[in-house]
Structure formats: structure tokens, C-alpha cells
């Protein structure tokens, strides 16, 4: 079992920054790739970024490509999630999620995921 606990949200300005932080608990972290989501309401929720277990590969959606940067730190089990130049429509609940396998955009692979945290941008 892992848990998992998003940070970071709140409210900024259109063209401004956020990160975000995921700390996970439970199961050696490093045994998991992780990934993070965001879903507004009534749309799926879809993928935005992720990252292998060591750091080594990362992935994004073509809507943050360039703006936003998925790191992890496997010493402090946390995965991060910088988001510069934001966008209104990045505004969402944004979700961390561990992957016993390898980086998939695909949400149905992820085994754990956190509670999700606000990200509101205003234009």
C-alpha cells in the first residue's frame, strides 16, 4: 500500500508559477513511477505528466509541454510538479498517482492515488 499526499494548490494569476509536491508513504517509493492528473468537472480525468522510478524518463501532455516540469526526489519520497506560464484552462484538481510499472499516460494503470489538490488560475 502507498499513500500518497498533494500539496502546493491555490490560486494564482494567469502567466504565474505553482509547484506542486506529492509525498508518498508506505512501500519503497522508488519502486513506483509516478504520474500526475488533473480533472475539472465533468471531464476525465487526463494525464500531464510522469516520471520513471529513478528519475531517468519523464513524459508530458502536448498542453504543458514546455511549461511545466515533473522531478522527484526518491530520498524525501516526494514527486514535484513545477508549473510556470499558467494557463486559465490548467485550472483543475491536480492528483499524484504510483504506477508499479513504468510511465503510462494511461489512468487506469495507476494503482494509488492522492486526494487531489486545487489549482485555480485567473485570467
Known amino acids: 500500500q502507498v499513500q500518497l499526499h498533494e500539496s502546493g494548490g491555490g490560486l494564482v494569476q494567469a502567466g504565474g508559477s505553482l509547484r506542486l509536491s506529492c509525498a508518498a508513504s508506505?512501500?519503497?517509493?522508488?519502486?513506483?513511477?509516478m504520474g500526475w492528473f488533473r480533472q475539472t468537472p465533468g471531464k476525465e480525468r487526463e494525464f500531464v505528466a510522469g516520471i520513471s522510478r529513478y528519475g531517468g524518463s519523464t513524459d508530458y501532455a502536448n498542453s504543458v509541454l514546455g511549461r511545466f516540469t515533473i522531478s522527484r526526489d526518491n530520498a524525501k519520497n516526494t514527486v514535484y510538479l513545477q508549473m510556470n506560464s499558467l494557463k486559465a484552462e490548467d485550472t483543475a484538481v491536480y492528483y499524484c498517482?504510483?504506477?508499479?510499472?513504468?510511465?503510462?499516460?494511461?489512468?487506469?494503470?495507476?494503482?494509488?492515488w492522492g486526494q487531489g489538490t486545487q489549482v485555480t488560475v485567473s485570467s
Open positions: 508506505g512501500r519503497t517509493f522508488n519502486n513506483y513511477a
Open positions: 498517482a504510483a504506477n508499479g510499472m513504468t510511465i503510462t499516460t494511461r489512468r487506469q494503470s495507476y494503482d494509488y
